[in-house]
């Protein structure tokens, strides 16, 4: 399965509204943020919504807020709502849709893919992307710092 830029997008929106939890977070911070096209954002923002990972906040603060605390969001579920199956083929998910299916010599082979695919997404939270970004961001600037002087040492000669 490759993963579409919606699926990716929707996952770094996250993350950049659990940042910044529990304020509400204007959707144009979240595009300048990341880079991403308000407009495309304003659609996978409102999937996101429907499928209760934000909530809209009105007034003079307002924005999105995440729906649920971030250890109860999985990364398979959001790209499941973004994406739907995650099956790398069809047959996995529509037995129907292949006359080899049960006599497929690729077939364990896909179960495979999908479980292990699966499993990372699944256990991996919101929680857990959030504070990886703030790994990132603290690499960032600790880079940044100065390095303290240290004066060039004199050779004995």
Not at 133 to 152: D, F, G, N, S
């Amino acid at each position: 399965m490759w993963v579409s830029t919606k699926a990716q997008y929707g996952l770094r929106a996250l993350v950049e509204i659990g940042l910044r939890a529990p304020a509400a977070v204007p959707l144009k911070d979240v595009a300048e943020a990341q880079g991403i096209s308000q407009h495309y954002l304003e659609q996978i923002a409102a999937q996101l919504r429907r499928s209760n990972f934000i909530r809209s906040v009105r007034g003079a603060k307002g924005g999105y807020r995440l729906s649920r605390p971030m250890d109860k969001i999985t990364a398979l579920e959001v790209v499941e709502a973004l994406e739907g199956s995650l099956a790398p083929v069809t047959c996995l998910d529509d037995p129907e849709s292949c006359w080899q299916t049960g006599a497929c010599s690729t077939e364990s082979l896909w179960k495979k893919v999908d479980f292990a695919m699966r499993g990372v997404l699944g256990n991996t939270t919101l929680k857990d992307l959030v504070e990886e970004r703030k790994l990132i961001e603290a690499r960032k600037l600790v880079q940044l710092e100065p390095a303290a002087y240290i004066p060039p040492q004199n050779p004995v000669v």
